[in-house]
């Protein structure tokens, strides 16, 4: 029997059993949620420590005992920060917003300038990428590194066109990739000569506390810039939604004071305070020191070192000796990026699919979804459990495997 056949025949056993495990979202388990389970319990005081009643309106920027709090754990400033809901991705949706219907700080609105565009580092993180396409807004495709984006692309497209408007970045731990941008990268990004005066970095520290291995760091782009000249070119974004609980987390938004004022102006007409309950909550879970939360996120390390371990371990195994796949270790975050023969990854996300795995979309990694070599796919080791991930590994590395003998098989013809 040749090879294509004895993975057909393999794969239509598989089939048969179709188990329904789901390995395509970034998902905190159920076991890393257990760890925040008193985060539930009862407040003693609904006041805060200026004696604001938290059950009542007020407090746009967010409660100060939170806002200290979470300057301790990522070195910005307090008075840098506007706390909001769970979600950090409503922050990145509403300065998108302003930017492209009042500006920002003097800025003029995307939507009266002939066409704006940003910068995507791919692969790159689907939402960034829908919030983009939402407004319209062309979106760029820039290659990433080991280092971060290829900063000579970044730079060149930046100095040469008006109309590129900003970067997004997830500096630590990158979604898919999992990589570190470097201090040089930071300060690149930083100092830069734009086109545009008004130049913007998306700058979404989604995972800057998941240390999943070694613990590592990222220079400080908001004091790099200001010494560049560039005070309000950075819009950062912070979540605890994956700290303790997605539902109810802290999402914050950070930027220069000059910004932030001008941001207050739009959100004092949406709102009349973000929900302080949640905020006073956090304070309380953690006592008020980041030492806690560090503390924390090193008993969700240990949970979810095992998953990414036992992914990469299945890989290896799997492709040894082969040049089907390429991938590398992620050094953190939540995700791992693996490369498939060109033309390849629909193929594979349909078998695993018919299969009973759901994967993330082929091309999610890529602005609107088209990635032009149909080859990324971004895998979450997160969510299932350890059992479920020994089911899943083996199907999935089957039909990559399917999938390049049948393209091979299909080129030899």
């Given at each position: 029997?040749d090879?294509?056949s004895?993975?057909?025949r393999?794969?239509?056993?598989l089939?048969?059993r179709?188990?329904?495990?789901?390995?395509?979202?970034?998902k905190?388990?159920t076991?890393?949620?257990d760890?925040s389970n008193d985060?539930?319990?009862e407040l003693?005081?609904?006041?805060?420590e200026?004696g604001t009643?938290?059950?009542?309106y007020?407090?746009?920027t967010?409660l100060?005992e939170?806002?200290?709090m979470?300057?301790?754990?990522?070195?910005?400033?307090?008075?840098?920060?506007?706390?909001?809901?769970?979600s950090?991705?409503s922050?990145?949706y509403?300065?998108?917003f302003?930017?492209q219907?009042?500006?920002?700080?003097g800025s003029t609105p995307?939507s009266?300038?002939?066409?704006?565009?940003i910068?995507c580092?791919?692969p790159g993180?689907?939402?960034h990428f829908a919030v983009t396409?939402?407004?319209?807004v062309e979106?760029?495709p820039?290659?990433?590194?080991?280092d971060?984006?290829?900063?000579d692309?970044?730079e060149?497209l930046a100095a040469e066109?008006a109309?590129?408007?900003?970067?997004?970045?997830?500096?630590?731990?990158?979604?898919?990739?999992?990589?570190v941008y470097?201090d040089?990268t930071?300060?690149?990004?930083a100092s830069?000569?734009?086109?545009?005066?008004?130049?913007?970095?998306?700058w979404d520290n989604a995972y800057?506390?998941?240390?999943?291995?070694?613990?590592h760091?990222v220079a400080?782009?908001?004091?790099?810039?200001?010494s560049?000249?560039n005070?309000d070119?950075v819009?950062?974004?912070?979540s605890?939604?994956k700290?303790?609980?997605p539902?109810?987390?802290v999402g914050l938004?950070?930027?220069?004071?000059a910004n932030t004022?001008d941001?207050l102006?739009?959100?004092?007409r949406?709102?009349?305070?973000?929900?302080k309950?949640?905020q006073l909550?956090?304070?309380k879970?953690?006592d008020?020191?980041?030492?806690?939360?560090?503390k924390h996120?090193k008993?969700?390390?240990k949970l979810l070192?095992?998953?990414f371990?036992l992914?990469?371990?299945?890989?290896?195994k799997?492709?040894?000796?082969?040049d089907i796949?390429t991938?590398?270790?992620?050094?953190g975050?939540?995700?791992?990026?693996?490369?498939?023969?060109d033309?390849?990854?629909?193929?594979?996300v349909?078998?695993?699919?018919?299969a009973g795995?759901?994967?993330t979309?082929a091309?999610a990694?890529?602005?609107?979804?088209?990635?032009p070599k149909?080859?990324?796919?971004r895998i979450a080791?997160?969510?299932p459990?350890?059992?479920e991930?020994e089911?899943i590994?083996?199907?999935f590395c089957?039909?990559?495997?399917l999938?390049?003998?049948?393209?091979?098989?299909g080129?030899?013809r």
């Amino acid at each position: 029997m040749d090879e294509l056949s004895d993975l057909q025949r393999r794969y239509a056993e598989l089939k048969e059993r179709g188990p329904d495990l789901d390995l395509s979202r970034g998902k905190p388990p159920t076991d890393v949620l257990d760890l925040s389970n008193d985060f539930l319990g009862e407040l003693d005081t609904y006041l805060s420590e200026d004696g604001t009643d938290i059950r009542n309106y007020g407090v746009a920027t967010g409660l100060s005992e939170c806002r200290r709090m979470l300057s301790d754990l990522l070195g910005v400033p307090a008075d840098y920060m506007i706390l909001g809901n769970n979600s950090s991705l409503s922050h990145m949706y509403n300065v998108f917003f302003m930017l492209q219907t009042f500006g920002i700080n003097g800025s003029t609105p995307w939507s009266k300038e002939d066409g704006a565009k940003i910068l995507c580092p791919v692969p790159g993180y689907d939402r960034h990428f829908a919030v983009t396409e939402d407004f319209g807004v062309e979106m760029i495709p820039v290659p990433m590194t080991d280092d971060g984006p290829d900063m000579d692309a970044v730079e060149r497209l930046a100095a040469e066109d008006a109309r590129v408007k900003a970067i997004w970045c997830i500096p630590l731990y990158s979604n898919p990739e999992g990589v570190v941008y470097s201090d040089e990268t930071v300060s690149r990004l930083a100092s830069m000569k734009t086109a545009d005066p008004h130049f913007r970095i998306f700058w979404d520290n989604a995972y800057g506390v998941h240390h999943i291995f070694d613990e590592h760091r990222v220079a400080d782009v908001f004091a790099l810039s200001e010494s560049a000249g560039n005070p309000d070119r950075v819009f950062y974004y912070f979540s605890t939604s994956k700290i303790n609980f997605p539902g109810g987390g802290v999402g914050l938004v950070a930027s220069s004071p000059a910004n932030t004022r001008d941001m207050l102006t739009h959100i004092g007409r949406q709102t009349i305070g973000y929900d302080k309950i949640t905020q006073l909550r956090t304070v309380k879970f953690f006592d008020g020191k980041a030492e806690n939360i560090k503390k924390h996120m090193k008993d969700i390390a240990k949970l979810l070192r095992p998953r990414f371990e036992l992914v990469i371990d299945s890989l290896d195994k799997a492709f040894e000796g082969t040049d089907i796949v390429t991938y590398k270790k992620p050094k953190g975050g939540y995700f791992l990026s693996l490369n498939v023969p060109d033309g390849c990854a629909k193929r594979v996300v349909r078998l695993a699919k018919e299969a009973g795995v759901k994967l993330t979309p082929a091309g999610a990694t890529w602005p609107c979804g088209k990635d032009p070599k149909d080859r990324n796919i971004r895998i979450a080791p997160t969510c299932p459990t350890l059992a479920e991930l020994e089911t899943i590994m083996p199907i999935f590395c089957l039909c990559v495997k399917l999938a390049a003998a049948e393209k091979r098989a299909g080129s030899s013809r």
